[in-house]
Structure formats: structure tokens, C-alpha cells
């Protein structure tokens, strides 16, 4: 599926319910004491963490939310009922920013809530305000207002596999063969505009955008979706064996993220030779060993769209290292 990995939402909080001038009644005194109540509290904005990769796609034609306001004070000194906190859900792996205070909240956890916003705090009423100096007052305050604020929302996918390599490596094709993904395929050097998902045996793939050479200084797709590779377990490198020089393909990626941020060269890393019915056996042999000098040979697998038994192979292989990892 296609993913909508940023929003930006418009949030207020509700705004706190006004205080009131009410005067109790008494048989024969019309005014026998002050009887306004307090205004009630405005609902406050909460955001919930849920397990739905997809559900920013919630967001995609309503952008603007709005806690309830409290209601007013009543009679007989009675506060008026709290305004409603609304609860905003986003996917595991959102980053929410304050863009009026610049705060960012990283939410990690399933069923996890944050506040973010505050409602605001309901008026006096002329209750309040009696005294023995002051036994029929007239004074009452309004309402808070609720806080209010535009926030940016990014995702940063927490997929078990990021299949990461240049344009028509077959990344795409992977995801496809591997899991029910439906991921856009095309025979020329295409980059999927948005991360893709698939669910391998219960295992989530993430197709990221094709990046190229120069993708860390901001060339092409690239460095939009960089980010989603920090928060992927194992990187799963494509290479095609249709390329004159997969070796030099390899390198390019590696570079672009350490360009981006040099931590990344620490996951753990696999290699798939992709499109080997393009290739010569003994030169996928051959290219195998000079892969073997960078990572686990039991760690490159070699696949083609075209055959079944290869697919077979490498979901095997795959759905092993994951349960052993």
C-alpha cells in the first residue's frame, strides 16, 4: 500500500467556559446571595499511539481539530460540565512538532498518550468573588482560552526490513514476490513516490524510495526518505545483476548514507542480487565472492521474478534470519 508519511494538522484545545452573575432567590429577598458558578474546563488534545502503519491517510482531507469548549456556569453556585478532550490517533513511529514552540514528541509505543494540548481553565463566577465586604458582587471573569497550535507530523516507519538500492534495482518486485504488496513496477528507472509496506508472515517489509547519487544533499526522492531508514532494523540491499557494475551500484548507496548520517553504516545488512536470470551463473558466483569481503556470504541471496523456486528460496531465508535474529 502506499503510504502518507506527513501532515500537518491545525489543533486547539477547548476553551474554558465563562464564569456567571446569578443570585440565589429566597421567599421575600429577591437577592438573598451570589449563585453564579464557575465556567467548566476546556477539553484538552491527546494523541494516541496505534499499530496502523496507514492511518495518517485519516488526516489526508481533514486537517483541523478542535477539543470541546466548557460550558458556562449555572445557578446555585453549579460549575459548569468540562469541555470533551478529543484524542487524535497516529501510527507507531510519528514525530509530532509543535510548530509554535518547536517541541517534538517521538511516539513509540502502542496505546501510549501524550497531552498536547491544554484546555483552558473556566471563568469565576460571582459566587467567587462574595465576601463580607463584598456580600452582593457582580464581578465574573470569562474563560481561558484553550491552547492552540499547527503540527507537523512525520512518520519514520518501524519496519523489520527497509529494502533500500538505486531506481529498477527491483525493489519494488521484491516487495511484490515477497509479501501482497502492490507496489508501482515499470521496465525504465522509476522511483516509487511514497514508501511501500508489505507483510511478510507477519514481518514488515518497507519498500524506501529509490535513492540516488547526491539523494543526502537533497537530489531527487532521496533525501525525503533517508529518513525512514533509521528506525529499520536490517537493511536489505538490491542490487541488479542487469547493471555493468553492481559493485559500483553498492557503493553508491553506502555512501549516500553515510553522507546522510554515518550511523546508518551500522545495521545490520543483507544483499540480494536481483534479476539473475539476466546474469551468467558463474558471474553471480563471481560477484558473490566480492560481496562475501563485505558481509556474511549466508547474508546475499540471489532471486529472479521470473522464478518461483528462487522466491520461494530467499522468503525462506529471510523469514529465518528475522525469527533468529
Known sequence: MALIDEVTLQLKAGDGGNGVVRWRSEKFKPKAGPGGGNGGRGGDVYAEVVSDLGYLDYYLHKKSFAAQAGDPGGKLGMEGKNGEDIILKFP????????????????DTVGEKILL???GQG??????FKSSTNTTPMEWTP????????????????AEIGIIGLPSAGKSTLLNALTNAKSKVAAYHFTTLDPHLGDMHG??????PGIIEGA????GLGHKFLKHIKRTEVLLHVISLESEYPFEDYNVIRNELAAYDKTLLDKKELILLSKSDAAEAQDIEKLKDEFAFKVDPEKIFVMSAYDDESI?????????????K
Open 92 to 107: 507507531r513511529g510519528s514525530v509530532l512538532i509543535n510548530k509554535n514552540t518547536g517541541e517534538e514528541m517521538s511516539l
Open 117 to 119: 494540548l491544554k484546555g
Open 123 to 128: 471563568g469565576l463566577g460571582n459566587q467567587h
Open 143 to 158: 474563560g481561558k482560552p484553550g491552547e492552540t497550535a499547527e503540527f507537523f507530523v512525520e512518520l519514520r516507519l518501524f
Open 203 to 208: 514481518h514488515i517489509l518497507a519498500d524506501i
Open 216 to 219: 543526502a544533499d537533497g537530489k
Open 312 to 324: 520461494a528460496q530467499v522468503k525462506k531465508e529471510l523469514i529465518k534470519y528475522l525469527e533468529n
